[in-house]
């Protein structure tokens, strides 16, 4: 069945330093969504990419959708005390089957 | 988006016992999910609620540990049966999630079994 892998698990950065999060699949998506979930609190959508090759983003937070749709990465510049959480990418290999989430990473900052 | 309440938001419960989780939609909805997540853990699905007919369970879950009843478009129970201490976990019920549509989780029961 499909696979979704996330790396790093983990990650601790000092406030200010940037963040990145890999996300694969070992099928072809038809698209990738990102969720964050903040300690004690439940996934909340943040995007989805649906083209090729497409970036997308929102404030500090930097998304791409690799060429080949297998692939998907999440860029934070500048990180905050408010970025903690983990963060996890999702996906369904064709239109209409249920979402796949990756294993997630957890982002913890230093003030 | 959908509003979705969740209840009890957690419970602690002792081994043995069943619970019953809530989850209201202030809209109706066609596709419902209940997912676990173990404490550090992604998301697992369980199971997809099916309005007017059984649930369709995905590999590992069975019925008879996790029923479900979806009684209508905008409410579904997940009950967690004959609890044991690995039964402790979060459980979310979700909207949306087929094909290019987001998901939209309820706050999550955090069931803890001593």
């Known amino acids: 069945g499909q696979q979704v892998m996330q790396i790093p698990q983990y990650q601790h950065v000092q406030e200010g330093e940037d963040f990145t999060t890999y996300c694969n699949s070992s099928?072809?998506?038809?698209?990738i969504q990102w969720y964050k979930q903040r300690p004690g609190g439940h996934p909340v959508f943040l995007i989805q990419?649906?083209?090729?090759?497409e970036v997308k983003k929102q404030k500090r937070l930097t998304f791409q959708f690799g060429e080949a749709k297998k692939n998907s990465s999440l860029h934070i510049t500048a990180t905050q005390t408010t970025d903690v959480g983990t963060y996890f990418c999702?996906?369904?290999?064709?239109?209409?089957?249920?979402?796949?989430f990756g294993g997630g990473t957890r982002l913890m900052v230093k003030p | 988006s959908a509003v979705i309440s969740q209840k009890p938001s957690r419970d602690i419960c002792q081994r043995g016992t069943s619970l019953t989780i809530q989850c209201q939609v202030d809209?109706?909805?066609?596709?419902m999910f209940w997912y676990r997540q173990q404490p550090g853990q992604s998301l697992t699905l369980i199971a997809t609620?099916?309005?007017?007919?059984?649930?369709?369970?995905e590999s590992g879950f069975v019925i008879d540990k996790f029923p479900i009843s979806r009684p209508n478009l905008t409410f579904s129970t997940l009950t967690v049966s004959n609890m044991s201490p690995e039964d402790s976990s979060i459980y979310l019920c979700?909207?949306?999630?087929?094909?290019?549509?987001?998901?939209?989780f309820g706050d999550g029961t955090r069931l803890s079994i001593l």
């Open positions: 099928t072809t998506l038809s698209n």
């Open positions: 809209s109706q909805v066609t596709m």
């Open positions: 609620a099916n309005q007017g007919s059984e649930a369709t369970y």
């Open positions: 999702a996906g369904p290999p064709n239109a209409g089957n249920m979402l796949t």
């Open positions: 990419l649906v083209k090729s090759g």
């Open positions: 979700s909207v949306g999630g087929v094909g290019n549509q987001p998901q939209h």
